[in-house]
């Protein structure tokens, strides 16, 4: 089922380095409207629950290790075509292969740390969503 919401964090490094204005910034421009945002840091629990269907990849462990070094910023997004509209917004995973102008290109570090996490459906963009934020807490 389409959606026009998806789910996003600012990660760690972004975070570290300064860029959280820039990249939400980006975000407005391209039209997304912010419904929920708040900065937190992930516990490791919310950390593993949240990345589980990784958990048998060899980078798990290092994954788990960054996202709890320090503070994120998630967000839910809306705007028609969000999933899909977001996702071309912060590019290719590994930052040396995303486009020019994209989130990752200008924020990200490496392909381990590379800025935001962008949901990859409608149905991960509600349970992520929902990982982070309560219905009240949803605008």
Do not use: C, W
């Amino acid at each position: 089922m389409k959606t026009n919401r998806t789910f996003t964090m600012i990660k760690p490094d972004a975070v570290e380095n300064g860029h959280t204005g820039a990249i939400l910034e980006k975000i407005n421009a391209a039209g997304f409207r912010i419904v929920a945002l708040k900065k937190t840091q992930l516990t490791l629990n919310d950390a593993q629950s949240f990345y589980s269907v990784h958990k048998e990849r060899p980078f798990f462990d290092e994954l788990v290790t960054f996202m709890t070094r320090g503070p994120i910023v998630a967000a839910i997004l809306e705007k028609e075509n969000a999933v899909d509209d977001f996702r071309a917004l912060i590019g290719a995973t590994n930052p040396a292969e995303a486009a020019e102008g994209t989130i990752r290109k200008l924020y990200a570090t490496s392909m381990g740390e590379n800025a935001v996490h962008g949901s990859d459906s409608d149905e991960n963009a509600a349970i992520e969503g929902a990982f982070h934020f309560s219905g009240r807490e949803i605008f």
